[in-house]
């Protein structure tokens, strides 16, 4: 048996760190859950940053019966400059909605009504720089038809695209 010597700044085996517990990963139908409750939520924020912005640009604001998909998605794509700043801040509204809850508690509300927690590998809540990365990375998921979401349903560890880069896992809460 040969002793080897190890740096001060190198953790040795008994002090490297290691997953404490086993989880169990959510599957893609209580994601899809958590994400329409996160959604239902995400509206009303992102109705009254629309309204505020047109109101800070001196727009109109459109009537009730104007605000069809058709009809707001046409004009989100004009090529206005306010359309775009809209559309801008729709996707900072929804980025922050995201990022702040993974960064603070690991779950969305909705996550929190489907009992999903969001862990790294050592079944602790993500750092800011894992949910920051989390949040990015859902944009790479859903950009090509959402196959990078819908790879949940067929991934062994239930993980999508924004798991992978991310390196987290969306589990049941214990």
């Known amino acids: 048996m040969a002793l080897v010597a190890t740096s001060a700044l190198e953790p040795s085996i008994e002090s490297a760190e290691t997953p404490r517990t086993s989880f169990r990963a959510a599957g893609l139908f209580r994601r899809a859950f958590a994400t329409t409750v996160d ?59 995201f990022w702040m809850f993974y960064a603070l508690s690991g779950q969305t509300p909705g996550k929190r ?17 894992r949910a920051f990365a989390r949040t990015v990375g859902y944009g790479f998921a859903v950009l090509p038809f959402s196959l990078g979401v819908l790879w949940i349903g067929f991934d062994r560890e239930k993980r999508g695209l924004h798991d992978w880069l991310a390196g987290t896992y969306a589990v049941l809460k214990p």
């Open 39 to 97: 959604l239902t939520l995400l509206t009303p924020l992102l109705l009254v940053s629309f309204y505020g912005l047109r109101a800070a640009l001196h727009q109109p604001v459109p009537r009730l019966g104007e605000l069809s998909p058709d009809v707001m998605l046409a004009n989100l794509f004009d090529g206005s400059m306010t359309n775009e700043a809209l559309l801008g801040t729709g996707l900072v509204v929804a980025f922050l909605y």
């Open 113 to 129: 009504l489907a009992r999903i927690i969001v862990v790294d590998v050592y079944g602790d809540k993500p750092s800011v720089l």
